[in-house]
């Protein structure tokens, strides 16, 4: 198990890095250049403690007067002009790459979510992918700064420390190099095997606790109704302990990891002081040779001690960002093929052809060699008990799944063959729950057509009789209407999303009982509305309450996937024993409702 748990880091750890150096690519010249600078700055660090033990050793030695001093102190100055300078630039180029690789990754992990298919996003948690987003998109700022400015400057140090120390003193060198090692493993092996498998748990833990809040808060409305805040709150609270003790046990580690890493800092301190008196008390190395020494180590303890936080901190980002990148990694169930074009304008003809679809989690096929043509112009109704096939048929001709066999045509074209997008834009859909943006009415009725204009906007608002009510607002069409719609009545919304419909004029009309949400008064003008509206149009019906389908020009009866019943309304109530006939029967009679 512990080999698995190293495995999975390490190979975490390789994704993520992978998925860095990529974006880096992108900003390469930025990239080369930070690296260069701060490769510059940190060299001119290295050398400035060799000229303060030669300003030492001249400042012992008065014979040959002010001299050496003064070159030592101005090559110092000179360093540290350069240190500064090269630190500044570095750290000024650094902020423009990585805001752009910031906007870059969060444009395409949204787009990348937002092609997930609908089964996807119906397993997710909206506010936990949010998380995964923007927590990965700060962890890249984190992790720029760690690698970048961080551990690429305490390598060059060790390096070059090393180099410089064991070119004169060669065991000075060694032990320098034997002590460095021994902290940077020490470092990595304890943050990679004991504090990550921890960090990673306190991180699934925190993507919940947002999950949670983001779900009672989308819920609200629910919440209220049932007088449930105290279970809500609840819930979090659960889910908030299990957080505090995964991150709990995480920085108790984390203080651990510190302490260990002290230890070992000081008692490398102690032996390079140690080495460097032993040299000095042979004669191998001058008071200035022994003030260089220790301000190198100051140098490099600095460096070392900071290592341990860098390489926490460069655990904790590549922890964060491997969520996102497991977004990057995730394969979209439905994508369109290579080079497929938009589908061709057509009169909305549909035809399915031997059409077997399966659930993933049911054991059998829903549908099984399903055939059916709509002719286009044909107002049809979807009928049947729950679970019958009605939705997913709608739900199959938008290609939000893909069939296992057979096709789905649209004026001949077969859907699987031509982009999503221009196959969702020739059909227009009225939902029973209608759920707006929070943005304005304009926006959310022009949604289908976003380049309509303010007159075609309204007119299509008087269509679905939603002007009355939209006028009467203080900011009228401008009018915000809040997360999912919360402002508005379910009437209200119902309107907008019929307002929608009329605009985006769209050759295939879905209805999903689109009056449910409605007054009774209200309802008789939106039936009016509606009956304009799929007027030379291919309109499907799914209903719930069979009043609304008497009027169609036929009714297709689902039952357990199958078709059982295809025709006219008045033919079918004729069938003795069918079953159009008999949930009709039964629903007038109250036995079930709409």
């Given at each position: 198990?512990?080999?698995?748990?190293?495995?999975?880091?390490?190979?975490?750890?390789?994704?993520?890095?992978?998925f860095?150096?990529?974006?880096?690519r992108?900003?390469?010249?930025?990239?080369?250049?930070?690296?260069a600078?701060?490769?510059?700055?940190?060299?001119?660090?290295?050398?400035?403690?060799?000229?303060?033990?030669?300003?030492?050793?001249?400042?012992?030695?008065?014979?040959?007067?002010?001299?050496?001093?003064?070159?030592?102190?101005?090559?110092?100055?000179?360093?540290?002009?350069?240190?500064?300078?090269?630190?500044?630039?570095?750290?000024?180029?650094?902020?423009?790459?990585?805001?752009?690789?910031?906007?870059r990754?969060?444009?395409?992990?949204?787009?990348?979510?937002?092609?997930?298919?609908?089964?996807?996003?119906?397993?997710?948690?909206?506010?936990?992918?949010?998380?995964?987003?923007?927590?990965?998109?700060?962890?890249?700022?984190?992790?720029?700064?760690?690698?970048?400015?961080?551990?690429?400057?305490?390598?060059?140090?060790?390096?070059?420390?090393?180099?410089?120390?064991?070119?004169?003193?060669?065991?000075?060198?060694?032990?320098?190099?034997?002590?460095?090692?021994?902290?940077?493993?020490?470092?990595?092996?304890?943050?990679?095997?004991?504090?990550?498998?921890?960090?990673q748990?306190?991180?699934?833990?925190?993507?919940?606790?947002?999950?949670?809040?983001?779900?009672?808060?989308?819920?609200?409305?629910?919440?209220?109704?049932?007088?449930?805040?105290?279970?809500?709150?609840?819930?979090?609270?659960?889910?908030?302990?299990?957080?505090?003790v995964?991150?709990?046990?995480?920085?108790?580690?984390?203080?651990?990891?510190?302490?260990?890493?002290?230890?070992?800092?000081w008692?490398?301190?102690?032996?390079?002081?140690?080495m460097a008196?032993?040299?000095?008390?042979?004669?191998?190395?001058?008071?200035?040779?022994?003030?260089?020494?220790?301000t190198?180590?100051?140098?490099?303890?600095?460096?070392?001690?900071?290592?341990?936080?860098?390489?926490?901190?460069?655990q904790?980002?590549?922890?964060?960002?491997?969520?996102?990148?497991?977004?990057?990694d995730?394969?979209?169930?439905?994508?369109?093929?290579?080079?497929?074009p938009?589908?061709?304008?057509?009169?909305?003809?549909?035809?399915?052809?031997?059409?077997?679809?399966?659930?993933?989690?049911?054991a059998?096929?829903?549908?099984?060699?399903?055939?059916?043509?709509?002719?286009?112009?044909?107002?049809?109704?979807?009928?049947?008990?729950s679970?019958?096939?009605?939705?997913?048929?709608?739900?199959?001709?938008?290609?939000?799944?893909?069939?296992?066999?057979?096709?789905?045509?649209?004026?001949?074209?077969?859907?699987?063959?031509?982009?999503?997008?221009?196959?969702?834009?020739?059909?227009?859909?009225?939902?029973?729950?209608?759920?707006?943006?929070?943005?304005?009415?304009?926006?959310?009725?022009?949604?289908?057509?976003?380049?309509?204009?303010?007159?075609?906007?309204?007119?299509?608002?008087?269509?679905?009789?939603?002007?009355?009510?939209?006028?009467?607002?203080?900011?009228?069409?401008?009018?915000?209407v809040?997360?999912?719609?919360?402002?508005?009545?379910?009437?209200?919304?119902?309107?907008?999303?019929?307002?929608?419909?009329?605009?985006?004029?769209?050759?295939?009309?879905?209805?999903?009982?689109?009056?449910?949400?409605?007054?009774?008064?209200?309802?008789?003008?939106?039936?009016?509305?509606?009956?304009?509206?799929?007027?030379?149009?291919?309109?499907?019906?799914?209903?719930?309450?069979?009043?609304?389908?008497?009027?169609?020009?036929?009714i297709?009866?689902?039952?357990r996937?199958?078709?059982?019943?295809?025709?006219?309304?008045g033919?079918?109530?004729?069938?003795?024993?069918?079953?159009?006939?008999?949930?009709?029967?039964?629903?007038?009679?109250?036995?079930?409702?709409?």
């Amino acid at each position: 198990m512990t080999q698995d748990i190293r495995v999975d880091r390490l190979g975490a750890i390789r994704r993520t890095l992978r998925f860095t150096f990529a974006n880096w690519r992108a900003e390469r010249p930025l990239a080369f250049s930070v690296g260069a600078l701060i490769t510059t700055a940190t060299l001119a660090d290295i050398l400035i403690p060799f000229y303060a033990g030669r300003l030492v050793d001249a400042l012992g030695t008065r014979a040959q007067g002010l001299g050496p001093a003064l070159e030592a102190l101005f090559a110092m100055a000179a360093l540290g002009l350069v240190f500064v300078a090269s630190r500044h630039f570095a750290w000024a180029s650094i902020v423009p790459m990585t805001l752009r690789i910031m906007r870059r990754v969060g444009e395409s992990a949204f787009g990348r979510v937002q092609h997930f298919s609908a089964n996807w996003h119906a397993n997710s948690f909206s506010g936990s992918v949010v998380r995964q987003i923007t927590r990965g998109m700060w962890s890249l700022d984190l992790l720029h700064d760690i690698l970048l400015l961080a551990l690429l400057p305490s390598l060059v140090v060790l390096v070059g420390t090393v180099a410089l120390l064991g070119w004169q003193w060669p065991a000075m060198g060694l032990a320098m190099a034997l002590g460095a090692a021994l902290h940077v493993a020490m470092t990595v092996t304890l943050s990679v095997r004991w504090v990550a498998p921890t960090a990673q748990a306190s991180n699934r833990m925190d993507t919940r606790v947002g999950g949670v809040i983001a779900d009672a808060l989308a819920c609200n409305g629910v919440v209220k109704a049932f007088g449930a805040e105290a279970r809500e709150e609840a819930r979090l609270s659960t889910a908030l302990a299990d957080w505090q003790v995964a991150t709990r046990r995480t920085w108790m580690r984390g203080t651990w990891v510190g302490t260990i890493q002290t230890a070992i800092l000081w008692t490398i301190r102690i032996g390079i002081a140690g080495m460097a008196v032993w040299l000095w008390h042979r004669g191998q190395a001058s008071a200035g040779d022994v003030t260089y020494i220790l301000t190198t180590y100051f140098v490099v303890h600095g460096y070392l001690r900071d290592i341990g936080m860098h390489v926490s901190n460069l655990q904790r980002s590549v922890n964060e960002l491997e969520e996102l990148v497991d977004l990057y990694d995730e394969v979209p169930e439905i994508r369109d093929r290579p080079g497929a074009p938009a589908i061709a304008a057509g009169p909305g003809g549909i035809r399915f052809e031997n059409v077997r679809f399966h659930y993933g989690a049911h054991a059998a096929p829903l549908y099984e060699n399903l055939s059916v043509a709509i002719p286009a112009g044909q107002r049809v109704g979807l009928v049947g008990p729950s679970g019958s096939g009605k939705t997913t048929f709608v739900k199959l001709l938008q290609r939000l799944h893909e069939v296992n066999y057979g096709r789905i045509l649209v004026d001949g074209q077969d859907i699987g063959e031509v982009t999503q997008a221009s196959l969702r834009r020739r059909i227009a859909i009225v939902p029973q729950e209608s759920i707006l943006f929070h943005r304005s009415l304009a926006d959310n009725i022009a949604y289908g057509r976003p380049d309509a204009t303010r007159a075609e906007i309204e007119a299509a608002a008087r269509l679905a009789h939603a002007d009355a009510f939209i006028e009467r607002l203080g900011e009228g069409y401008d009018t915000l209407v809040g997360e999912r719609g919360v402002k508005l009545s379910g009437g209200e919304r119902q309107r907008v999303a019929l307002a929608r419909a009329f605009l985006a004029d769209a050759p295939i009309l879905v209805l999903d009982e689109a009056t449910s949400a409605l007054d009774s008064q209200s309802e008789r003008l939106i039936q009016d509305a509606t009956e304009r509206l799929m007027g030379g149009r291919t309109a499907l019906v799914i209903a719930h309450r069979l009043s609304t389908v008497r009027a169609l020009d036929r009714i297709l009866v689902f039952d357990r996937g199958r078709i059982v019943e295809d025709g006219a309304p008045g033919e079918l109530m004729l069938r003795s024993g069918g079953l159009y006939r008999a949930l009709v029967e039964q629903q007038s009679a109250g036995m079930i409702g709409g």
